[in-house]
């Protein structure tokens, strides 16, 4: 069966119409077109989710939780059927799919719980009679700009917290998958109907191209303008927002290293890096990028992973046995024949897609194309001799989202992940730095935004802050002891 009859057994099924709107989505896996959807309208969108903001605050936070629970359910339910989908539109392999909507329904059911957590605090006041405290608010309608590699599981990420927290969502959704968001919409509307009293606009999806985005990025009706991709759109979507003083969660793109030093496992390692690098083709922010090995076990390691790479099974997602897919698009191919050359090995496996094998670089030194982002699988192999120098040439870069370290020596893995050690949001031991849980804040430093989304305390960057004071006595006394009496 062709990715297109494939998708469309799926739009049948779930009540898509796929066949209008001048959108086209096209599979990676032959290239061909699966769908089409139609141009949203960001102005009504904006006002819609700005009508809904005024009901949906004074929802109490765990009956909003519970709008979210029956939306985990229905993920549940829908799993196999929209991973399938997930596969079709973006080309990661089935194993991997399936893990992207168990993220959706794991971010449901941590925000669930976190319905009934948004802690605020009590604070000890100076003055006599005096009670502070602290409480957070809903923030406002939350644009949500997700990329093409994690079609579904950022906007859930978003929206899962964004909803518990009293706030609607917008998702503008790449236009590369935009057939996956059709999808989890439909999901949406079957949980508002459950829920019952859902206002209008709450949830919605506005498709398009640039121009939409831009639109959306630049109302002052949204609050918070949440977008994943590149540094480049990162840089251009910040200061937008800014100018309006709105809020923006940036998590943009990574180059991510990971160092294996001498007590290493490499056995462990290599397992790690093999998926770290070729997982969905190399298409991760997290994709490890850069491998930075001690010298003294870099050629035995070295030779492990060239055999690794060049027997893993590349071709049709769908197929089992099948562990990377297709790059999304020409575009990820040229980018990738740009820095490789005539050392790009592409693979044959479905006509008109652009399938390719992970390829293992070695460089002498940290330099140009390896200080920058390409969304393909390449890994780069550096050598170190002590381990400062190795934390030194993880830091060097620009982005700072994820990062590893392969040791068995505590004294390296503690320094690691000191203050001295990785600069990257994400600091791991003894596993790659690909495949985060969503327990944790997502999100690194530098050129990859500052963001963090998911687990832990996220949630406080979809709500406001309110500081109060309480005199609950008769007496009016200032703080810092300031006199400021009439005279009789």
């Known amino acids: 069966m062709t990715p297109a009859e494939e998708a469309q057994r799926i739009f049948d099924l779930a009540g898509i119409e796929s066949s209008a709107g001048k959108l086209v989505s096209h599979s990676p896996i032959d290239g061909k077109p699966i769908g089409r959807v139609t141009r949203g309208d960001p102005d009504s969108a904006c006002a819609r989710a700005a009508e809904a903001f005024e009901q949906w605050r004074l929802v109490p936070a765990p009956k909003r939780g519970e709008f979210v629970r029956i939306l985990g359910n229905l993920l549940r339910e829908a799993k196999p059927i929209l991973a399938k989908l997930i596969t079709l539109e973006s080309g990661k392999i089935l194993a991997e799919s399936l893990g992207e909507v168990q993220e959706m329904i794991d971010i449901c059911d941590f925000a669930v719980g976190l319905s009934r957590q948004l802690y605020g605090l009590t604070i000890a006041s100076e003055r006599p009679n005096h009670r502070m405290m602290e409480q957070w608010h809903p923030l406002g309608p939350v644009l949500v700009i997700s990329a093409f590699n994690f079609p579904v599981a950022v906007w859930a990420w978003n929206a899962a917290l964004a909803l518990v927290c009293g706030n609607p969502v917008i998702w503008k959704p790449s236009e590369k998958t935009p057939l996956c968001a059709e999808a989890v919409m439909v999901l949406v509307r079957r949980a508002s109907e459950r829920f019952g009293g859902i206002p209008h606009g709450l949830v919605q999806l506005v498709q398009g191209e640039r121009d939409v985005g831009e639109a959306l990025v630049d109302d002052p009706r949204i609050a918070m303008v949440s977008a994943t991709g590149s540094t480049a759109m990162g840089k251009a979507v910040g200061p937008r927002v800014a100018q309006r003083f709105g809020r923006v969660l940036l998590e943009l793109g990574g ?62 997602p769908r197929d089992s046995d099948v562990l990377v897919g297709p790059l999304i698009d020409e575009a990820a191919f040229n980018a990738m024949k740009a820095v490789l050359g005539d050392q790009i090995e592409r693979v044959d496996a479905v ?33 170190y001799r002590e381990i400062d120098e190795a934390i030194a040439l993880n830091n060097a870069v620009p982005q700072g989202l994820s990062s590893s370290i392969f040791t068995n020596d505590l ?26 849980e969503i327990g944790g804040a997502f999100g690194g430093e530098k050129e990859t935004g500052g ?21 609950y006595g008769s007496d009016l006394p200032l703080a810092q002891g300031i006199r400021f009496d009439v005279a009789p």
């Open 255 to 316: 180059n991510n290293a990971t160092i294996v030093c001498p007590s290493a496992d490499l056995e462990l390692a290599a397992r790690a890096i093999l998926f770290s690098a070729a997982g969905t083709a190399g298409q991760r922010c997290t994709t490890l990028r850069r491998l930075i090995v001690h010298e003294g076990i870099a050629d035995s390691l070295v030779e492990r992973l060239r055999n690794l790479f060049a027997s893993v099974k590349i071709g049709d």
């Open 351 to 383: 006509p008109g897609g652009f399938y390719v094998r992970p390829a293992l670089v070695e460089v002498k030194a940290q330099e140009g194309p390896m200080l920058e982002e390409t969304f393909a699988p390449i890994l780069y192999v550096l050598r």
């Open 411 to 436: 004294r390296e893995a503690e320094l690691f992940m000191s203050a001295a050690g990785s600069d990257c949001g994400i600091a791991n031991v003894n596993i790659g730095p690909s495949g985060a």
């Open 451 to 471: 963001g963090r989304e998911s687990g832990s305390d996220s949630w406080r960057a979809y709500m406001r802050r309110q500081t109060n004071t309480i005199n």
